[in-house]
């Protein structure tokens, strides 16, 4: 092969993948594009296929730069596929599926008692190094009259697609009590998270038994101690 022709300049214009058109769309209407962010709105159909082929063909690079033989050692042949397929349609859907539905139904009853759910498991990755978190949340209601009900397997259909985003532990229970508040309109709202970080066991300063705890209150949670230590304490006894 000629010299020139190595460093000959493209004459076309390199195509544009797929995340570059997203990423373009979010940048246009100004939306964040963090790393626990939902960005189902700006993926048109057919694109979450072709974002899982892009991003196979990013891990097959990462493969090979990390010097590992995909094409004699069969154990990783498809290694690039299956990472992919991992974090677009299973441990990071959260990002790119749209909320599950939550059917409301009217407080026909008027209901104005505590009611808790839990623990319900949740998976999630931390955003730094992308190591599984596994943990459990609990969540409180104190609905009002004019409050709307969800069923209550959708807590735990809503607490997952929230986790399934690589995520921060104190930013994913404000997210998730953001989505409860808005489609409850209830008088106070609570969530304790108890989860175990991958990125502490498996690596790093590698400690086996810490556990991370924290808590949103709202609401009535956060103004009437009474209602909050009974909530506690009714996690308390089942913890
Ligand atoms: N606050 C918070 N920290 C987290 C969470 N998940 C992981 N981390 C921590 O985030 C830190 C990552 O940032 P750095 O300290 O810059 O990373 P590092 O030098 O690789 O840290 P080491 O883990 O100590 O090796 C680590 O201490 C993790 O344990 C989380 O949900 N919340």
Not at 102 to 110: D, H, L, Y
Not at 208 to 220: E, K, P, Q
Request: hydrophobic share 45%.
């Amino acid at each position: 092969m000629l010299l020139e022709s190595v460093f000959q300049e493209p004459t076309t214009a390199p195509e544009v993948g797929v995340s570059d058109r997203i990423r373009h769309r979010l940048i246009e209407a100004g939306q964040r594009f963090h790393a626990n962010d939902n960005i189902a709105a700006f993926i048109h159909d057919g694109e979450l296929d072709e974002l899982r082929t892009e991003v196979k063909q990013k891990l097959q690079g990462l493969l090979h730069a990390l010097v590992i033989d995909t094409h004699s050692d069969h154990n990783v042949a498809d290694t690039a596929k299956r990472v992919a397929k991992m974090f677009v349609h299973e441990v990071f859907r959260g990002r790119y599926e749209k909320a599950p539905a939550a059917t409301t139904f009217p407080n026909v009853s008027q209901l104005n008692e505590l009611m808790i759910v839990g623990p319900v498991t949740v998976r999630s990755a931390c955003s730094h190094h992308l190591c599984p978190i596994l943990g459990k949340v609990w969540i409180g209601v104190l609905p009002n009259a004019s409050s709307d009900l969800i069923g209550l397997s959708k807590y735990a259909r809503l607490a997952e697609w929230v986790m399934n985003r690589p995520q921060i532990q104190e930013e994913a229970v404000v997210m998730l009590a953001d989505e409860l508040e808005h489609r409850l309109q209830p008088d106070g709202l609570a969530i304790v998270m108890e989860a175990s970080h991958f990125c502490m066991h498996w690596r790093g300063v590698k400690d086996n038994d810490a556990l991370m705890h924290n808590s949103v209150m709202r609401g009535a949670f956060l103004k009437n101690a009474t209602l909050r230590l009974e909530f506690l304490n009714l996690l308390g006894n089942r913890r």
